[in-house]
């Protein structure tokens, strides 16, 4: 088996990337996110008058309910074909994978299917981002300990 | 090291092919024996729904050879779900002895080969060999929810959506089974599952120069050479490792069922489906009418798991080889 | 001018994301779990805050901002009693997105089967 070829074989087969458009698109994409958050917020602030929390909270939920509805049409993964990272890093990222995993789970039940596979894509995010928390805190109460008060 | 076991007497009786409507938009949409609206063939779950075409093509199968499924001997079956539960359950609605093989997308060739040699020993008078794979139900096992919004890369082949059956005997016929070449598994020495095309050419390869040395053939003894799931980018590769880039009787079920030019999604097609689909219906056909007079099937597969993508395990590639012959008018 | 920056912010951070989507062998699970660690470090380092201040709604849209909230609460609870309400007080801000999607979804999930 001579791997050496058939590794120049492949490498001089690989697809080319777009990389021009995908960074576009992706680009685009997750600044019309960041503006309809932003929008949001302002309606909710000055509109609806909620408080700094409340409408923050609002923006996101604005950004959750788009996301369900469009995994629940069927719609959108025809979007994030195009966009890419535009639409994962937000919070629609997030609220996608909860729908479509859960979704997918339905053929075994509420408990067994809907339930139990709903974090296994964000699962990781919610695992890690505490034990980010947890970690910076200890390190912040140890320093608030010893009396050690820098800039934080 | 590939084997090669050449056989006198046994003869392919009939073979059938379903498929959704997807698949109907490539090469092969008017050969096909039944023609699915979606995915879940009026099922509920996309389980039930490769169930039910699986059911249907040995029901078609039967239909067309005119046999019951009382006269089958033994039946050899496979599909790319855990533990190979479709044709296990498909299985258990006949009365035949049923082996379940696995192969990944190899297995319409692997389940034909075994079948082959079962009637050339006379142990068997009629045997079946089946295969189905389902996009739903593969996307789910291999990799994320259908409708996650994960940007796909160019290179990936989506798996096709079918079942396909065939029935081998000892009675005489237009088209023989001449022989098979059971390929060895190679480690492909790279972990990277988004391109399974390229890495499968390598078992292609190794199967192929195995059967024309043991054969003693050379391509152009062959009217066409047909692979299972290497596509637009595979094909490219094998044809550079094999050093004949102007070879064009060297084609890919993967681009005759979502053909780059009218029905363009990544690379092209892939799944045990792919090559039964495309073989068992175009390429029967086509012996039949004369259209071809020696075919060489090579079935290709990637025998990874969900798991040992995520340990990062080299992936093993493996490919199995079918010889078909069309005989003089019986 | 708010706007102008948070689309910006918001447009360049996802156009970081997606060249290591595309450059690396990283699943977008990885990237994000990514940055949220880098979300819940700048905050460590206060410098979450004054991104927040300048770009609005393109820094709060981010998964980022997750990691910053977590450690926001996490930090509170610490200041306000003792060691162990970073554990009681770590899910206080992120408790209504988590919650609302996992609430959607379970509805969606109940409703009806996946299309392709």
Redesign the interface.
């Known amino acids: 088996m001579d791997y050496v070829h058939f590794n120049e074989v492949k490498k001089m087969h690989q697809v080319k990337k777009h990389r021009f458009l995908s960074a576009f698109f992706a680009f685009l994409s997750g600044g019309i996110l960041g503006l309809l958050s932003e929008g949001m917020k302002e309606l909710a602030l000055h509109v609806f008058h909620f408080s700094f929390i409340d409408a923050s909270f609002f923006a996101s939920m604005i950004l959750v309910i788009l996301a369900s509805s469009f995994t629940f049409l069927g719609i959108y993964n025809n979007i994030s074909q195009k966009c890419g990272a535009g639409l994962f890093l937000p919070t629609t990222g997030f609220a996608n994978s909860l729908t479509s995993a859960a979704m997918e789970g339905r053929s075994e039940g509420i408990i067994g299917g809907i339930g139990s596979m709903m974090f296994s894509l964000a699962g990781s995010v919610i695992s890690v981002g505490f034990f980010m928390a947890f970690y910076f805190g200890t390190i912040y109460a140890l320093l608030n300990l010893w009396g050690i008060n820098l800039w934080l | 090291m590939a084997i090669t076991l050449t056989f006198k007497n046994v003869y392919v009786l009939k073979s059938c092919a379903v498929a959704t409507f997807e698949e109907t938009k490539g090469n092969i949409g008017t050969y096909l024996d039944r023609i699915y609206e979606?995915?879940?063939a009026g099922e509920?779950?996309?389980?039930d729904g490769e169930i039910k075409m699986c059911q249907d093509a040995l029901e078609i199968l039967f239909e067309k050879a005119k046999i019951s499924p009382k006269d089958i001997d033994i039946a050899f079956g496979g599909d790319l779900l855990n533990q190979i539960f479709v044709s296990s359950y498909v299985a258990s609605h006949y009365e035949f002895p049923f082996l379940g093989v696995y192969g990944a997308c190899s297995t319409s060739m692997l389940s034909l080969g075994l079948a082959s040699i079962m009637v050339a020993k006379k142990m068997a008078k009629l045997a079946l060999a089946y295969t189905s794979s389902n996009?739903?139900t593969a996307e789910?096992q291999f990799r994320?929810?259908?409708?996650?919004?994960?940007?796909?890369?160019?290179?990936t082949t989506l798996t096709v959506s079918g079942a396909g059956a065939i029935l081998v005997t000892s009675k005489k016929s237009n088209i023989e089974v001449s022989s098979v070449t059971f390929g060895k598994s190679?480690d492909s020495?790279t972990q990277?599952v988004t391109d399974l095309g390229?890495?499968m050419a390598?078992a292609a390869y190794?199967t192929l120069i195995s059967h024309l040395e043991n054969r003693k053939q050379t391509f152009e003894d062959y009217d066409l050479i047909l692979t299972g799931d290497l596509s637009l980018?595979g094909l490219?590769?094998l044809k550079?490792?094999l050093n004949r880039k102007e070879i064009n009787h060297l084609e890919d079920a993967g681009t005759w069922v979502y053909d780059p030019k009218n029905n363009k999604k990544f690379?092209g097609g892939s799944g045990a489906a792919c090559l039964a689909i495309s073989s068992f219906s175009k390429v029967i056909d086509d012996l039949e009418k004369k259209h071809y007079h020696h075919v060489l099937l090579i079935g290709t597969g990637s025998l990874h798991s969900k798991i040992s993508a995520l340990q990062g395990k080299n992936i093993p590639v493996i490919a199995h080889a079918i010889e078909l012959k069309r005989g003089e008018e019986s | 001018m708010n706007y102008f920056l948070a689309f910006l912010f918001s447009g360049g951070i996802c156009l970081i994301g997606e060249q290591l989507y595309e450059h690396t062998k990283l699943t977008p699970g990885h990237i994000v779990s990514l940055f949220v660690v880098i979300g819940a470090s700048l905050s460590f380092f206060n410098l979450y805050e004054p991104l927040l201040n300048l770009f609005g709604g393109g820094a709060s849209t981010l998964i980022m901002n997750f990691g910053h909230l977590l450690y926001q609460s996490a930090k509170e609870g610490i200041n306000e009693g003792n060691y162990l309400h970073i554990f009681t007080n770590m899910l206080t801000s992120t408790s209504g997105i988590i919650t609302f999607s996992t609430i959607i979804s379970f509805i969606f999930a109940l409703l009806r089967k996946p299309k392709v």
């Open positions: 979606d995915l879940y509920n779950t996309y389980e996009y739903g789910r994320y929810p259908t409708s996650y919004g994960i940007k796909k890369k160019e290179a190679i020495k990277d390229s890495i390598l190794d980018i490219e590769v550079d490792l690379a």
